[in-house]
């Protein structure tokens, strides 16, 4: 069955890095887009990042782009996030997503747990 | 403040229905597919609805979908104590080139 396993996340200054991973499984990694989407405590759904299936194409919300970095490594099954320069109003839990099938859309059918960023000196 | 316009709050009793709307533009919802999210508290949002107005294996058919214009509505009937939780619209932003998300609904079964 499809898994996703998000890792990283944890408490960071201001203005310092992390890198968020999403492990999959149970499906062709390859074969599929991949998006990133967090939610602040109490808040809701603030998409982030979409890569395609080959990490050619990728796409940004405003809020991150130049800072947050999405990226994939199909030899390893695995999805990354890096973000860089980080507010504390990045702080929530970061959720990986795959849509149902194949092709660069806005649809997410598989979720991770999440992990959770805290952005506190 | 979010792309996507949606009620912070409907409620309705069991077995009764409602709707949620989710209002955009020519960019978003006029222009692409709308999906609808179910978030039931503490776990990670599932799909409920595509494509408009399809449901994905083994979401009853107590839920549907419908858009119109730059505007979408997510109907529920029947509704059950289990169907308290927050929806979420969303939607590609052709003009932003990015995914956007409505604010989030948050159903209350009376």
């Known amino acids: 069955q499809v898994q996703l396993v998000e890792s990283g996340g944890g408490v960071v200054q201001p203005g310092r890095s992390l890198r968020l991973s999403c492990a999959a499984s149970g499906f062709i990694f390859n074969n599929y887009a991949m998006h990133w989407v967090r939610q602040a405590p109490g808040k809701g759904l603030e998409w982030m990042a979409l890569?395609?299936?080959?990490?050619?194409?990728?796409y940004y919300a405003e809020s991150v782009k130049g800072r947050f970095t999405i990226s994939r490594d199909n030899s390893k099954n695995t999805l990354y996030l890096q973000m860089n320069s980080l507010r504390g109003e990045d702080a929530a839990v970061y959720y990986c997503a795959r849509p149902p099938w194949t092709g660069l859309r806005f649809l997410l059918d598989y979720w991770g747990q999440g992990t959770l960023v805290t952005v506190s000196s | 403040q979010s792309v996507l316009t949606q009620p912070p709050s409907v409620s309705a009793a069991p077995g009764q229905k409602v709707t949620i709307s989710c209002s955009g533009s020519?960019?978003?919802?006029?222009?692409?597919?709308v999906s609808w999210y179910q978030q039931l508290p503490g776990t990670a949002p599932k799909l409920l609805i595509y494509?408009?107005?399809k449901r994905p294996s083994g979401i009853p058919d107590r839920f549907s979908g419908s858009k119109s214009g730059t505007s979408a509505t997510l109907g529920i009937t029947g509704l059950q104590n289990g169907d308290e939780a927050d929806y979420y619209c969303?939607?590609?932003?052709?003009?932003?080139?990015?995914?956007?998300f409505g604010g989030g609904t948050k159903l209350t079964v009376l």
């Open positions: 969303g939607t590609w932003d052709s003009s932003l080139s990015a995914g956007v």
């Open positions: 020519s960019s978003n919802i006029g222009t692409n597919y």
């Open positions: 494509d408009n107005n």
């Open positions: 890569i395609s299936y080959d990490g050619s194409n990728k």
